[in-house]
């Protein structure tokens, strides 16, 4: 049977007379990292390099399917997409689009520790959509940003994150600034009986990002929140043994790799441990389709070797007008994310999140 081996698929431009070649290149790209002539140990050349497992022409590009050995991936997520994309995201003409991994590969990885469920159990969102909005503009203090997180705790936003540019900053420390913000959504929901959790942006190195992350756990925040492609997909999978809460994965930097928005932002994340995973929703400010959409959400939420599934998080410049809408494509199980147009209502803060909560909550009864 020989040594284990993943599935890895790839869009790549070429023509049809070079295109074999260009598959077989990729190959030896993406395992040995030599030509095949140079690999002189038999059981490396059959254990160890990768094979070409299937060709098909696919629109203007050819998509190319490879077997490679699951014995070169060990137990690290950095070392898992090294495999799968190192070397060859520095090819223009290749995307990496999907991966198949076998069970026992997923399970070492774990997927995400709380998922939809623990979302739900954490807030007591039930039988509908969450709620979720940012604290920013950067630059606000830590009582500005405690006084928005307040009002919109007192609104009913089941989910409040920091932005993704929150960092440990001098204009708001972290510790500061997280003791600030729990107080004041805890005060919210003593107040209005409701059950709000903050995620504050974990940031650095992993040393920084667990010491923050159990900084926050002892305030009391409910969740996290991490950019896999900003603080390491490593460090992601290493947080997800030990935080004790929910994370919340964001997107920032994922456009830099030609890594399909649906496996990179559904798949991979979920794999390495986000509970939850924002995505750009098409008709937004950024340009995903709705098709990209679909097929982020199915990444995110359908079966996969037993992980559990993880809450898709449209956002990316989203109004309360358009939550029947989200609420329709999206259906219960999903978080949606309105920031701007929250924070943009000054004064009428939380009448505006009210208006947000009511919106899902009747979308919801009507469908």
């Not at 290149?25 to 040995?32: D, R």
């Not at 038999?42 to 629109?59: G, L, M, P, Q, S």
């Not at 399970?107 to 979302?119: L, N, Q």
């Not at 994965?249 to 928005?261: D, F, K, V, W």
């Amino acid at each position: 049977m020989g040594a284990p081996r993943l599935i890895a698929t790839y869009a790549v431009r070429a023509d049809a007379g070079s295109i074999d070649a260009r598959a077989q290149a990729l190959a030896l790209e993406q395992s040995v990292e030599l030509p095949l002539k140079a690999v002189h140990d038999a059981r490396i050349r059959e254990e160890f390099v990768a094979r070409v497992d299937a060709i098909d022409a696919c629109d203007d590009r050819f998509e190319v399917r490879l077997a490679l050995a699951t014995a070169t991936v060990g137990r690290d997520a950095g070392q898992l997409m090294n495999m799968l994309f190192g070397n060859s995201s520095l090819h223009d003409d290749v995307e990496l689009v999907d991966v198949a991994l076998p069970p026992e590969l997923a399970a070492t990885f774990g997927g995400p520790r709380f998922g939809i469920e623990g979302w739900r159990a954490a807030t007591g969102a039930v039988g509908r959509p969450l709620t979720c909005s940012a604290l920013k503009p950067l630059g606000l203090g830590p009582d500005a940003l405690a006084a928005l997180a307040g009002a919109l705790a007192r609104g009913g936003i089941d989910v409040i994150k920091d932005d993704h540019g929150l960092a440990d900053q001098a204009s708001a420390p972290f510790d500061e600034r997280v003791a600030a913000i729990q107080r004041a959504i805890a005060a919210a929901n003593r107040a209005t009986g409701g059950r709000t959790i903050y995620a504050p942006s974990v940031t650095g190195d992993l040393d920084a990002m667990r010491a923050q992350a159990r900084f926050a756990h002892d305030a009391g925040a409910g969740a996290i929140l991490v950019a896999p492609m900003v603080g390491g997909v490593s460090s992601l999978a290493a947080l997800a043994r030990d935080a004790g809460v929910p994370i919340l994965a964001h997107p920032s930097l994922a456009g830099a790799a030609r890594i399909a928005p649906p496996l990179l932002l559904g798949k991979l994340f979920r794999l390495f441990g986000a509970d939850a995973t924002i995505f750009p929703n098409a008709g937004g400010r950024f340009g995903y389709s709705r098709e990209t959409c679909a097929a982020i959400v199915r990444a995110a939420r359908d079966p996969w070797s037993n992980l559990r599934p993880a809450l898709p998080v449209p956002a990316g410049g989203m109004s309360v007008e358009q939550v029947p809408a989200m609420r329709s494509t999206f259906g219960d199980d999903a978080m949606l994310l309105i920031g701007g147009d929250l924070l943009a209502a000054g004064n009428a803060l939380e009448s505006r999140c009210r208006a947000f909560v009511a919106a899902v909550r009747e979308s919801a009864e009507v469908a």
